[in-house]
């Protein structure tokens, strides 16, 4: 063998064995600092979370009963304890190069985190009490719009039982059916979540406990006017989706006369001209916020000038978007047989094995 080739060999074997090493020192560290905080928590934080959940119980019913009613807020909490306690000690482990046992400052992490967790109940009672006052100011601007609205809040209302939008999984490609709430849905959602970062914010900044002052006047007045601010919310999202239905038509002529096309036009899968018409739709939507804040303040008909714009510069595209549509499929798919044929040649080498 070439001297050259051999050396290459040993090179490639030394940085290969380096490589291995460093990967079981990852490991090995890893698993390390789990059987130490396996060790360091033996106390049982799930016991201190049930116990504390009994302590609050008779200082706060109500509060307990909003905890209680759904079990995932109850999971949330318990996942939330147990997220600052690991955090917490890997910090020491870091800190002190593996030894958080010896380490004073984890020693005082724990404590103060055990002893937080009559805080920590108050801070989600209150957190759900503002979400139900929330979800009670939702439906009464809902109710509302829907009185008034010209279209009788058709642009709103819940998609039926047996609709299914289509969504991707972006890793692979591959469509994930899911139930698609709707429109009014997902307006109701952005709100709960600020709802629930305009509380937790306000429980951070007043250092965990009950916020008073003036972080409670900012949180009050961040619930405020997200209250007051639904019927606008409504208004748009009813807006965007009329646009994005008529938008949608003519996503649909252009895909006919694409097919039509002999000249450049073809054909491609009923499920890789979903996912265009997804790709389409979800790009509008996009466009329309941004437009939307691009344009806050200004007439009607500026807005409705560059909306128009937009939507023909997107159909303009559609051609495109059908061609890389079906590239994508046929790439998928072809990737797909690959591996199956890999995965076939896989097992017919490999030696049978019992049962």
């Known amino acids: 063998m070439h001297a050259g080739t051999t050396e290459a060999l040993t090179f490639r074997r030394d940085e290969w064995q380096t490589f291995l090493d460093d990967r079981d020192a990852v490991y090995l560290n890893r698993l390390d600092l789990e059987e130490r905080y396996n060790w360091a928590t033996a106390f049982g934080p799930d016991k201190d979370v049930v116990a504390?959940?009994?302590?609050?119980?008779?200082?706060?019913?109500?509060?307990?009963a909003l905890i209680e009613r759904d079990p995932a807020t109850l999971r949330d909490l318990n996942a939330s304890y147990h997220r600052d306690l690991r955090q917490g000690f890997e910090a020491s482990w870091h800190r002190t190069g593996?030894?958080?046992?010896?380490?004073?400052?984890?020693?005082?992490e724990l404590s103060r985190l055990r002893g937080g967790l009559g805080d920590r109940f108050e801070?989600?009672?209150?957190?759900?009490?503002?979400?139900?006052?929330?979800?009670?100011a939702f439906t009464r601007s809902l109710d509302?719009?829907?009185?008034?609205?010209?279209?009788?809040?058709?642009y709103l209302a819940d998609p039926p039982e047996s609709a299914?939008?289509?969504r991707y999984d972006e890793a692979t490609g591959m469509p994930v059916a899911f139930r698609d709430p709707g429109p009014a849905a997902?307006?109701?959602?952005?709100?709960?979540?600020?709802?629930?970062?305009?509380?937790?914010?306000?429980?951070?900044?007043?250092g965990n406990r009950r916020p008073a002052g003036e972080h409670a006047r900012t949180l009050d007045e961040s619930i405020s006017d997200l209250h007051s601010g639904l019927p606008a919310r409504l208004a748009h999202r009813s807006d965007q989706e009329r646009q994005v239905e008529h938008a949608g038509r003519d996503f649909d002529r252009a895909h006919a006369d694409w097919q039509d096309d002999v000249r450049v036009g073809g054909q491609i899968s009923e499920e890789?001209?979903?996912?265009?018409?997804?790709?389409?739709?979800?790009?509008?939507?996009?466009?329309?916020d941004d437009l939307g804040r691009q344009l806050e303040g200004a007439p009607p008909e500026r807005f409705g000038r560059a909306w128009e714009r937009t939507n023909e510069g997107l159909v303009g595209t559609v051609?495109?978007?059908?061609?890389?549509?079906?590239?994508?499929?046929?790439?998928?798919?072809?990737?797909?047989?690959?591996?199956?044929?890999?995965?076939?040649?896989?097992?017919?080498?490999?030696?049978s094995r019992p049962p």
């Open 52 to 64: 504390t959940q009994a302590r609050f119980r008779e200082r706060d019913p109500e509060g307990t």
């Open 98 to 108: 593996g030894r958080p046992d010896a380490d004073p400052g984890w020693a005082a």
């Open 123 to 136: 801070h989600f009672a209150h957190r759900q009490r503002l979400l139900d006052e929330f979800d009670d």
């Open 144 to 154: 509302q719009f829907r009185s008034d609205d010209l279209f009788g809040g058709a």
């Open 164 to 166: 299914h939008a289509v």
């Open 186 to 206: 997902h307006v109701r959602a952005t709100g709960r979540a600020e709802v629930t970062a305009a509380t937790d914010l306000a429980w951070q900044s007043a």
């Open 272 to 288: 890789a001209a979903d996912r265009a018409r997804h790709e389409f739709l979800r790009d509008l939507r996009r466009h329309h």
């Open 319 to 351: 051609p495109e978007r059908l061609e890389h549509s079906g590239f994508r499929a046929r790439a998928l798919e072809r990737g797909q047989r690959a591996l199956d044929d890999a995965l076939a040649r896989h097992q017919e080498r490999s030696p």
